[in-house]
């Protein structure tokens, strides 16, 4: 009878818990966040490598990115528009998906590769999980 009470605690214990990332509402990315540098790669399989710190981060001093109330997306203090990465504009729909409008219609880089496909999610209070095509970035909450 006591493994039987046991076990039907730790089972409801286990139903009440839910992860930071089911918690989020679109709103959740309002703020400003700061780079570290800190990346995922996206394996040939669909599963993730481990967290690694990009060797080129150590040579870029840190950005702010600022998704704003208003619908605007800032990258240190300016807009964050580019041909390639972002636009001026964001919006989150209700599945976490993020939609960049106003985007540089000319590239100057040659090598460049659009990528539109955007979603988050966090691993904490403070940290933003940002998931850009095949590659994850963590940010941290600038208070």
């Not at 619908?71 to 964001?90: E, H, Q, V």
């Not at 219609?105 to 850009?132: F, H, M």
Request: contains cysteine; neutral net charge; proline residues 4%.
């Amino acid at each position: 009878m006591k493994i039987l009470a046991i076990s039907f605690l730790f089972l409801l214990f286990l139903g009440s818990c839910k992860s930071n990332e089911e918690t989020i509402d679109p709103t959740g990315i309002v703020g400003k966040w700061q780079t570290t540098g800190i990346t995922q790669s996206m394996n040939q399989d669909g599963s993730w490598g481990e967290w690694h710190i990009n060797p080129t981060f150590a040579a870029v001093t840190p950005s702010i990115w600022q998704f704003a109330s208003n619908g605007n997306f800032l990258i240190d203090g300016k807009p964050g528009g580019d041909c390639c990465f972002a636009g001026n504009k964001y919006t989150v729909s209700d599945d976490k998906k993020i939609t960049f409008t106003e985007l540089k219609p000319i590239c100057p880089e040659v090598y460049c590769v659009r990528c539109s496909d955007w979603d988050y999610g966090k691993a904490g209070n403070d940290t933003l999980i940002l998931r850009q095509c095949a590659t994850r970035n963590k940010l941290v909450r600038v208070k």
